[in-house]
């Protein structure tokens, strides 16, 4: 009995595993980079670069919004404002408008320099860390539906994979530090090992959690249940902030903003305020909204205040005393995205990542070095191992340079480009693309090899390249205390440092290889012989 | 500086548990760990974990415990890098650690 639940769970690990893992790679991957999300889309606008740290009073920030607003977008239907934080130092008034039937509202992003409140001029079209964040659940160019059910059902695979992992790996926790680099398909176990053990607590959490934050979506029934028009009545109910508010046809001249406001620092006078959105702002169906800020704690949502807009009365609170089932739910998807994280976490988020993302890559790679040692010398490789082969090599080493390939567009594509950031985008597929055709014809360690070398001189590059395209560079920032963006360079020093040395290694490891298959050869030989 | 005060003690512990092995504490010291080290080293390293436990907790229960988790992953990490290709640091490492936790202590009281 014993016997077989082992043999069964290996089985269950190597092919719930294997089936997903490039979707699991590219979702882990897309994931870790999102937790730098606001970093991204900071280094994607050169022009938010030199603005200093916010001195002024969050009080005088949403005034000057609000009167920004009011004279730039008088006849918008929704104001927003986001108050700047320490990983965003400007103050973003975005205001969106009607496009007549059946069309999408469309939103128009300004940012204020918090200090002078002066629209920042310069600013580039770029989806910045919002394209990784998305690319994490939504996959890019599928329907959004089919991409989070993929996405869903990668993520179950992921967590049968673990659970079944720590049953067959039933070592690991003995050979807790073990990593012998030197000995072949065992430094794979060895990686793939450690990799996982180290951040096993990350991983079991973001794959459950990520399975969490789709909840709804997976396992609707209980609303469905309980309430009478279902999910829609159960997202009313959860989410007061996101119901839809009617237009009314009575035009309003002055909405009731101070009244709002008093009420508000009179009775919360240390709440901190995250964003502020003014709904229908020019008629009588304005509504004012105010966002509190979590800040590290292990909460989602954010407490919120809905404000009438023509008297200023306060009509609805949310999550002011959340219950505990709001705090579970809300406590799980916190840790998962990490949005509260300062630096030293978030750092820490990263490096788990990274481990997961080497642990996905190790299992993929032992897999084919299996599946290759059973071939005969004489056997061609099959069509199936072909395939995982080409994938392999085109996810784990195409992905890192079509990263780096994003990163290049947002310097050097012209700043007035139409679509121009759908054509960051799109170079970053277009790099991802041209690797799999390469690799689709070159699948042996030398394509490793070349494409590790490939990688190492375009991360370097990466830093210099910022540097001619926007007159800053390392020195400065790190003068300037600039630490956001000092991380940046030195992070891509180092992945491109990672990628040398994991070329020399393919190097050495390709003239060894060399001799250790004559010697298989000249054994198999003696063998028949 | 109280988390790094936390990490520190993480990676003593992940030291201690490490130099509770048999194999590295060998590749390490050159000589066999007697049975009474071994479990000396396990026993601290059980001891100071929950001591890196506690003082993340004394942050921030939520945000020290995820603290927690990251600073295990870095600790395992640098640990078993360090095993693998310079075991001789981490000779220097088993005075260096203390000595680093004692003056990040008397730093933070004094300043």
């Known amino acids: 009995m014993k016997e077989s639940f082992f043999r069964s769970m290996t089985w269950l690990h190597t092919w719930v595993g294997l089936l997903l893992c490039w979707l699991l790679f590219l979702i882990f991957f897309a994931g870790t980079i999102s937790f730098f999300r606001h970093e991204i889309s900071l280094w994607n606008q050169p022009a938010v670069h030199n603005i200093d740290h916010n001195k002024q009073q969050q009080q005088t920030l949403i005034e000057s919004g609000l009167a920004y607003l009011n004279s730039a977008a008088p006849e918008a239907n929704r104001w927003w404002i986001g108050l700047p934080s320490s990983r965003q130092p400007e103050l973003q008034v975005s205001h969106r408008h009607s496009q007549g039937e059946g069309k999408r509202d469309k939103w128009h992003d300004e940012r204020l320099d918090p200090n002078t409140l002066l629209p920042i001029e310069g600013l580039v079209d770029t989806k910045g860390g919002n394209f990784f964040y998305r690319l994490h659940f939504d996959l890019h160019y599928m329907d959004r539906k089919l991409a989070r059910w993929l996405v869903c059902f990668a993520s179950l695979f992921m967590l049968i994979a673990l659970i079944s992992g720590i049953v067959i790996h039933k070592r690991i926790f003995k050979d807790l530090f073990q990593f012998r680099p030197q000995k072949g398909v065992r430094a794979w176990l060895d990686a793939h090992n450690l990799s996982s053990v180290l951040a096993l607590p990350f991983h079991l959490m973001i794959t459950y959690t990520g399975l969490i934050t789709l909840i709804f979506m997976l396992f609707p029934n209980p609303a469905e249940t309980l309430y009478e028009d279902g999910l829609k009545g159960f997202r009313a109910d959860f989410y007061p902030e996101r119901q839809r508010i009617e237009a009314s046809n009575k035009k309003l001249d002055e909405p009731a903003f101070e009244a709002a406001f008093t009420h508000f620092y009179q009775n919360w006078p240390e709440q901190k305020i995250k964003r502020v959105i003014v709904d229908h702002p020019s008629n009588t169906a304005v509504n004012i909204k105010i966002y509190g800020d979590n800040g590290t704690l292990i909460r989602d949502e954010y407490p919120y205040w809905q404000y009438s807009g023509t008297t200023g009365e306060l009509l609805k609170t949310a999550r002011l005393d959340p219950s505990n089932a709001e705090m579970l739910y809300g406590g799980m998807i916190a840790v998962h995205s990490g949005r509260l994280a300062h630096p030293g976490l978030r750092w820490l988020y990263f490096i788990c990542g990274i481990a997961g993302c080497v642990m996905i890559a190790s299992g993929c790679i032992m897999w084919a070095k299996r599946i290759k040692e059973r071939l005969k010398p004489t056997q061609t490789a099959s069509f199936g191992l072909k395939l995982v082969e080409t994938l392999n090599i085109a996810t784990i080493m195409g992905l890192p340079l079509a990263t780096a390939g994003f990163f290049y567009a947002n310097r050097l594509l012209p700043p007035d480009m139409v679509a121009r950031a759908d054509k960051e985008v799109l170079v970053f597929f277009v790099v991802w693309l041209a690797t799999t055709l390469f690799t689709s014809l070159f699948r042996d360690k030398r394509a490793w090899q070349w494409l590790a070398y490939c990688n190492a001189a375009i991360w370097l590059l990466l830093p210099v390249c910022s540097a001619l395209t926007t007159h800053s560079n390392l020195l400065t920032y790190i003068q300037d205390g600039k630490w956001i963006l000092a991380s940046f360079d030195l992070a891509f020093i180092t992945t491109a440092l990672v990628f040398y040395l994991q070329a020399k290694k393919l190097a050495n490891k390709a003239t060894a290889n060399k001799s250790v298959s004559n010697k298989r050869t000249r054994v198999t030989a003696e063998q028949r012989a | ?111």
Do not use: D
């Open chain 2, 1 to 111: 500086m109280i988390y790094g005060l936390a990490m520190l003690l993480c990676l003593g512990a992940f030291y201690a548990f490490a130099m509770a092995k048999t194999a590295h504490y060998k590749s390490v010291f050159g000589t066999r760990p007697s049975q009474e080290q071994t479990k000396r080293f396990n026993l601290s390293g059980w001891i100071i974990i929950l001591l890196s436990f506690i003082v993340n907790l004394s942050q921030a229960i939520g945000y020290g415990s995820l603290m927690f988790c990251g600073q295990m992953a870095l600790s395992v990490l640098l640990i078993a890098v360090c095993l693998t290709y310079k075991p001789n640091w981490m000779r220097s490492l088993f005075y260096l650690l203390p000595l680093l936790a004692v003056i990040m202590v008397v730093s933070s009281q004094v300043f």
